[in-house]
């Protein structure tokens, strides 16, 4: 989802020739130009790979919303040297995003270890967020979800609103009568004067926010909005009657404040517009809510109540509980806003987005501030005897990734609307999607079900990981609990695969197809031979050294947990270096390596006898990188592992 913000400099200074691309990318990072500055930094890390580099790398990433650019690129930075805590904390949040549930769990669970003190509510909203997002994905709620694929595009299409016979929406999209779009012209030089492209957002790379309309036919077209702004409009709420409309928008003012840094940077506010429908079929002059502050906080999102009279609101304004919080305001007599009302019961130390009232007394809303699947959630508050009761819609209303701006169209006989998000596997960014509960008898879900077990004993094995893909476009993964029971919702006359698999121990592996009843399958894993090598994924190590880091403790965490499920198991931990150094020092650095993980797996109350560490050096290269043979990082790295080995 996008938080609109637009951010420029004045500067004096003249960029230098010599200057280093390090340097262009932190003053694009610092006007918010992430498209940008994530291709200036991924230039500067191939020249020298730093901490710093992969840090902001990550960050950008995560601006844009890159889920698996980001969880890489914060995994690399805790490689290096001197990687705080703080990176640990992100990259168990990117994992989250990733559908990664059980091993963000252990990240969270190693930071809240590392730093201790932290808040038990701050605790509670991290791992009970990843329990939850597994349940609620094994138990999905029975409802219809679409892609509207004649509205979206590859572009972003988000926020879609009922108005007349068609919906109104917000748009990055180029229309092919739009011409004043087309130049993307970026902002390369930091010259007095250099305000933002007129047609390019450089936070993203793309153009601005526009409001767009869809007919019944599908067909687009600009909404005929007078916003006098050549930036970013974001989502409408229109009066029942449809003659006022309230929106929000980001513009150039003439009186906008800069900071006093070297680059002079100014940053613009959201702020909230309206304007009537005119008799003539035009739009009045949008009027300025008087709550605006495009110096100080941003107003967006906002809904009108079908009195007209009352508007919900969401702010960072001074004096709110977390970032954005949700407001209510009432129009007086003689037009007039009555002071913003802080909705503290809604709110928490999070971002709240896009309102939208059924009732009085029922809301829908978005929220990162509270247990859910990973970004924005949608939640459903009802009001009833003074208090507000809230509840998350559950799988797949929500996903890891943001879910956001639902609305509803029909309720006699048909539980339908819209919801936008970014989920994997859409058109573009963000996409509009249509619900429908009141079809879904005619899509009924089947089931695939069943245990996963240790062929050897016939015990049911906990922590495994069962991943499931079809033809319909699903994709899921699920981590056993005790019993080894794993659970997936299906559709008839489909086909599948699933794949069930355990450190230490060999992949299982099934297709099938579906008719109209529910399906067994379970998995019977066993045991990798003695004496064969598997491969611990993820398992890295700082340059020269040999200590353990954070994001290696969580892979050696789950042989731990095998080692003690097994106490008879005997095992080997062999580290592996690439080819690059003099063969003895190698030798001697994986030792170290081995060292240091079989110590951390005895700390966690492993008995050393039953683990040995063992280093080889580069005597066992998987490919042709020997002494002297020219070879890319990625194939080195192929021969930089550790293997665990059972010996008994």
Same mark, same amino acid.
């Given at each position: 989802?996008?938080?609109?913000?637009?951010?420029?400099l004045?500067?004096f200074a003249?960029?230098?020739?010599?200057?280093? *691309?390090?340097?262009?990318?932190?003053?694009?990072?610092?006007? $918010?130009?992430y498209?940008?500055?994530?291709?200036?930094?991924?230039?500067?890390? #191939?020249? #020298?790979e730093?901490?710093?580099?992969?840090?902001?790398?990550a960050?950008?990433?995560?601006?844009?919303?890159?889920?698996e650019e980001?969880?890489?690129?914060y995994?690399?930075?805790?490689?290096f040297?001197?990687?705080?805590t703080?990176?640990?904390?992100?990259?168990?949040k990117?994992?989250?995003?990733?559908?990664k549930?059980?091993e963000?769990?252990?990240?969270?669970?190693? $930071?809240?270890?590392?730093?201790?003190?932290?808040?038990?509510?701050?605790?509670d909203?991290?791992l009970?967020s990843? @329990?939850?997002?597994?349940?609620?994905?094994?138990?999905?709620?029975?409802?219809?979800i679409?892609?509207?694929?004649?509205?979206?595009?590859?572009?972003?299409?988000?926020?879609? !609103?009922?108005?007349?016979?068609g919906?109104v929406?917000?748009? %990055?999209?180029?229309l092919?009568d739009n011409d004043?779009?087309k130049?993307?012209?970026?902002?390369?030089?930091?010259?007095?004067?250099n305000?933002?492209?007129?047609?390019?957002?450089?936070?993203?790379g793309e153009?601005?926010?526009?409001?767009?309309?869809?007919?019944?036919?599908?067909?687009?077209s600009?909404?005929?909005l007078?916003?006098?702004?050549?930036?970013?409009?974001g989502?409408?709420?229109?009066?029942k009657?449809?003659?006022?409309?309230?929106?929000?928008?980001?513009?150039?003012?003439? @009186?906008?404040t800069?900071?006093k840094t070297?680059l002079?940077?100014?940053?613009?506010?959201?702020?909230i517009?309206?304007a009537?429908?005119?008799? %003539?079929?035009t739009?009045?002059?949008p009027v300025?809510?008087?709550?605006?502050n495009?110096?100080?906080?941003?107003?967006g999102d906002?809904f009108?109540?079908?009195?007209g009279?009352?508007?919900?609101f969401v702010?960072d304004?001074?004096?709110?509980?977390?970032?954005l919080d949700?407001?209510? =305001?009432?129009?007086?007599?003689?037009?007039?806003?009555?002071?913003?009302?802080?909705?503290?019961?809604?709110?928490?130390?999070?971002?709240?987005? =896009?309102p $939208?009232?059924?009732?009085?007394?029922?809301?829908?809303?978005s929220?990162?501030?509270r247990?859910?699947?990973?970004?924005?959630? *949608?939640?459903?508050a009802?009001?009833r005897?003074?208090?507000?009761?809230?509840?998350?819609?559950?799988y797949?209303?929500n996903?890891?990734?943001?879910?956001f701006a639902?609305?509803?169209?029909?309720?006699?006989?048909?539980?339908?609307?819209?919801?936008?998000?970014?989920?994997?596997?859409g #058109?573009?960014?963000?996409?509009?999607?249509?619900?429908?509960?009141?079809?879904v008898?005619?899509?009924?879900?089947?089931?695939?079900?069943?245990? !996963?077990?240790? /062929?050897?004993?016939?015990?049911?094995?906990n922590?495994?990981q069962?991943?499931?893909?079809?033809?319909?476009?699903?994709?899921?993964? *699920?981590?056993?609990?005790?019993?080894? $029971?794993?659970?997936?919702?299906?559709? /008839?006359?489909?086909?599948y695969?699933l794949?069930?698999?355990?450190?230490l121990?060999?992949?299982?592996?099934?297709?099938? =197809? =579906?008719?109209?009843?529910? *399906?067994?399958?379970?998995?019977f894993?066993?045991?990798?031979?003695?004496?064969?090598?598997?491969?611990?994924?993820n398992?890295?190590y700082d340059?020269?050294? @040999?200590?353990?880091?954070?994001?290696?403790?969580?892979?050696?965490?789950?042989?731990?947990?095998?080692?003690?499920?097994?106490p008879?198991?005997?095992?080997?931990?062999?580290s592996h270096?690439?080819?690059?150094?003099?063969?003895?020092?190698?030798?001697?650095?994986?030792?170290?390596?081995a060292r240091?993980?079989?110590?951390?797996?005895?700390?966690?109350?492993?008995n #050393?006898?039953?683990?040995?560490?063992?280093?080889?050096?580069e005597?066992?290269?998987?490919?042709?990188?020997?002494?002297? !043979?020219?070879?890319?990082?990625?194939?080195?790295?192929?021969?930089?592992?550790?293997?665990?080995?059972?010996?008994?």
């Amino acid at each position: 989802m996008k938080y609109i913000y637009i951010a420029f400099l004045m500067s004096f200074a003249v960029v230098s020739k010599g200057q280093y *691309i390090l340097n262009q990318a932190d003053k694009q990072f610092k006007l $918010y130009q992430y498209a940008k500055a994530k291709t200036l930094y991924e230039q500067a890390f #191939k020249k #020298k790979e730093t901490l710093y580099t992969a840090k902001q790398l990550a960050i950008s990433s995560e601006k844009n919303k890159e889920y698996e650019e980001t969880e890489k690129w914060y995994a690399k930075a805790l490689t290096f040297p001197d990687a705080g805590t703080d990176l640990l904390l992100a990259y168990a949040k990117a994992l989250q995003n990733n559908s990664k549930y059980t091993e963000a769990k252990a990240a969270y669970q190693q $930071y809240i270890q590392k730093v201790g003190n932290i808040p038990i509510a701050n605790q509670d909203l991290w791992l009970k967020s990843c @329990d939850s997002a597994l349940l609620w994905m094994a138990n999905p709620k029975k409802v219809n979800i679409e892609n509207i694929t004649a509205i979206n595009t590859n572009y972003t299409e988000y926020g879609a !609103v009922k108005y007349k016979d068609g919906l109104v929406f917000v748009s %990055d999209r180029v229309l092919p009568d739009n011409d004043t779009q087309k130049n993307k012209k970026g902002i390369l030089r930091f010259d007095k004067g250099n305000y933002p492209d007129r047609n390019y957002y450089s936070w993203t790379g793309e153009n601005y926010l526009k409001l767009l309309y869809a007919g019944k036919d599908h067909q687009i077209s600009s909404f005929p909005l007078n916003t006098e702004t050549d930036y970013h409009i974001g989502m409408p709420t229109f009066s029942k009657d449809g003659k006022e409309v309230f929106f929000s928008l980001t513009r150039i003012a003439k @009186d906008l404040t800069f900071d006093k840094t070297k680059l002079r940077i100014g940053t613009v506010n959201v702020e909230i517009y309206s304007a009537r429908l005119q008799d %003539d079929g035009t739009w009045t002059k949008p009027v300025a809510f008087p709550y605006n502050n495009i110096n100080a906080y941003s107003v967006g999102d906002p809904f009108l109540m079908e009195d007209g009279n009352t508007l919900y609101f969401v702010s960072d304004m001074p004096g709110g509980k977390g970032g954005l919080d949700i407001y209510k =305001t009432i129009r007086n007599n003689d037009g007039t806003w009555s002071k913003p009302e802080n909705i503290e019961a809604l709110n928490t130390s999070g971002d709240e987005r =896009t309102p $939208y009232f059924l009732s009085e007394d029922v809301l829908y809303f978005s929220t990162n501030g509270r247990i859910g699947m990973g970004d924005l959630d *949608i939640y459903k508050a009802v009001h009833r005897n003074g208090t507000w009761q809230i509840q998350n819609m559950g799988y797949p209303y929500n996903t890891p990734q943001d879910d956001f701006a639902f609305s509803v169209e029909k309720l006699t006989g048909a539980w339908s609307g819209y919801f936008s998000s970014n989920r994997m596997k859409g #058109k573009g960014s963000d996409d509009i999607y249509s619900f429908n509960e009141a079809i879904v008898p005619v899509l009924q879900y089947i089931y695939v079900k069943g245990i !996963v077990y240790d /062929e050897r004993t016939r015990k049911p094995l906990n922590n495994a990981q069962v991943k499931i893909t079809g033809a319909d476009g699903l994709e899921k993964n *699920i981590t056993t609990d005790e019993t080894g $029971y794993y659970k997936f919702p299906i559709q /008839e006359n489909s086909n599948y695969n699933l794949k069930a698999k355990k450190t230490l121990f060999n992949e299982g592996d099934t297709t099938f =197809t =579906t008719t109209n009843k529910s *399906i067994d399958k379970d998995f019977f894993l066993s045991l990798i031979p003695v004496n064969k090598s598997f491969k611990v994924q993820n398992i890295y190590y700082d340059f020269d050294k @040999d200590n353990i880091r954070p994001d290696a403790a969580i892979e050696l965490d789950k042989l731990v947990a095998i080692l003690k499920e097994y106490p008879e198991m005997k095992v080997e931990l062999g580290s592996h270096t690439d080819s690059r150094g003099p063969d003895i020092y190698n030798l001697d650095l994986s030792q170290r390596r081995a060292r240091s993980a079989v110590n951390y797996i005895i700390s966690k109350g492993v008995n #050393k006898n039953r683990i040995t560490a063992k280093g080889y050096g580069e005597t066992q290269l998987v490919n042709k990188c020997v002494n002297g !043979v020219k070879c890319t990082p990625e194939e080195h790295q192929l021969n930089r592992r550790t293997e665990i080995k059972i010996l008994e």
